[in-house]
């Protein structure tokens, strides 16, 4: 069979074969209409595999002929023709993406973010100037705890010179100045979980009306020792003696806050070294320091600065 583009003179050619020539104007014209007839013949019996080939392209011009969304997206395009006039670009914003198909089965939303910190959440943090009553402490996470000393100076004494200063009983005065003190402490949050004191009879006698006074200080742990009656005498001893008694009797992990309980002038000289600034120390009145550190050892190396962070009365 001779493809459908053959030529003129082709087409006119006798079936009879190749040395046979057409000699006349009607041989030739009975030769071309049986030729057409033939191939008409031919086109009514193609093979079942041409028709589906022709049936399977006409199908594939189909499937890519452009949607009418996407031809009328063109600037300038008439209708959904699809033609362009000349010059003419298409214009891609217009046309709306087409859906991506999923691989796999559809993602969960992601869950939503969490709410920010409030003022009143960030603002009941603790910190070193508001630390909860009861309890040593915390410095947080990743920071050392926070160690304090009290220097409580003993209530008012009677005066006698028929008794050594060392025997020497508190007033009835002091006695009110004691309890409110114990009060005090109570009420800020500062309760001592040790307790260092001069041996003399007016500091015992101090310590003994603030226990009345709260009954927690009944089970604090309390040292008394003849070298801080001593060593309040000297001059600029005291604070250095107080941290080697401190280091040699409180616990790392059980000891947070340390109460110094004394005599002027070593305790007045003591506070204002811890403060660097003078300090004044009435009978009965406290000075509360703070610092951040892992161990009482490191509290009282000298590179450490004790924060003063007030001054008590009663």
Known sequence: MRPAGSSALSRGACAAGPSHRCSTPSAAAGGAAAWAQRQRRRQQHHHPLQQQQQQHRAALRGAFADPPCV??????????????PAGARPSLA?????????????????????????GSSAASTPTLDSQPPGGPPGGGEGRPPVRRII????????ASAATRDHERP??????????RIAQRLREIGWAPDLIIASNSRRTKMTLDVMAEADAALCDVDA??????????ALDGQTRTHLEEVIRGVACDTANFCVMCVGHNKGWEE??????????????????????AARTWQDATAPEVEWRLVQIITP
């Open 71 to 84: 031809a009328a997206s063109f600037a300038g395009a008439g209708g959904c023709s699809g033609a362009l």
């Open 94 to 118: 217009a046309a709306p993406a087409a859906p991506r198909r999923s691989r796999g089965p559809p993602r969960a939303a992601p869950p939503p973010p969490p709410p920010a910190a409030t």
């Open 151 to 158: 220097l409580l100076r003993h209530a008012d004494s009677e």
């Open 170 to 179: 508190i007033s009835d005065h002091g006695r009110g100045e004691a309890a």
């Open 223 to 232: 040292h008394y020792l003849g070298s801080l009656y001593t060593v309040a």
């Open 270 to 291: 003591a506070a204002s070294s811890f403060a660097r600034q003078a300090v004044r120390l009435h009978t009965a009145s406290a000075a509360l320091f703070e610092a």
